[in-house]
């Protein structure tokens, strides 16, 4: 008897698998700390939520300015910590370092990009340092016992959704190293162009795009593989 193929919750017909991995990771539910507001102020250096926190800057009052900063900026940071660490103690403490480095650094903010771009600039940084300081640990550890990912795979008579596509992305992720995953997260999680990524990143935009570009296939033959299903 041959089993029936499986069909996706909703149809993906005309959805470019770019967008797809941008919607799965833009609707990841992470327990990121409580904020007063998650959503990001604009890009735009004119805009006035950056206005105001650059008046604030000029007025000295810094206390102030990284209130508003953690409520513009501080989930986005979270989430981005903590898909690239996969670590979500070590997250929080990285979490906390960013924005104690952003309130000793505003008075000396350049203004040369947005606040945005400055400040995950500053992430990445303390991300890499937290690897190197994690790589430098597990050095020390001996790690024979491997732990066991449970298989997302579908029975032949379920139906792939959504939330199992993104479980299924969540694992495959992991699987990429570890700077092809930051670029992957600055794309499609925190959507920078490749011209402010490469500012985060102090690479060239291309670099960056031909790394995000290598990427997609690695992670929807993933994908496909534990879920048995086209994407």
Avoid: N
């Avoid at 501080?74 to 480095?101: K, M, N, P, S, W």
């Avoid at 092809?180 to 162009?193: I, T």
């Amino acid at each position: 008897m041959v089993a029936a193929p499986i069909a996706h919750a909703q149809p993906y017909s005309g959805r470019s698998f770019e967008t797809r991995v941008r919607m799965w990771l833009s609707a990841f539910a992470v327990a990121a700390p409580k904020l007063e507001s998650t959503d990001p102020a604009s890009d735009d250096p004119a805009s006035g939520a950056e206005r105001e926190l650059l008046r604030l800057v000029d007025a000295g009052d810094l206390t102030a300015a990284l209130r508003l900063l953690m409520r513009a900026h501080g989930t986005a940071i979270y989430r981005y910590c903590r898909e690239v660490l996969r670590d979500q103690a070590l997250a929080d403490d990285v979490h906390q370092r960013v924005f104690i480095e952003a309130h000793r650094d505003l008075p000396k903010f350049a203004r040369r990009s947005s606040i945005r771009t400055w400040l995950f600039a500053i992430a990445r940084h303390r991300v890499l340092d937290a690897m190197k300081s994690r790589k430098r640990a597990l050095a020390h550890v001996d790690d024979d016992a491997e732990t066991e990912v449970p298989d997302p795979r579908p029975r032949p008579d379920e139906r792939i959704d959504d939330a199992r596509l993104r479980e299924a992305l969540a694992i495959c992720l992991e699987q990429l190293g570890e700077h092809v995953r930051s670029a992957v997260l600055l794309r499609f999680q925190q959507g920078f162009s490749f011209e402010e990524m490469a500012e985060v990143c102090r690479e060239k935009p291309g670099t960056l795009q031909a790394r995000v570009t290598r990427a997609l296939p690695t992670l929807r033959a993933c994908i496909e593989g534990r879920t048995g299903g086209a994407v």
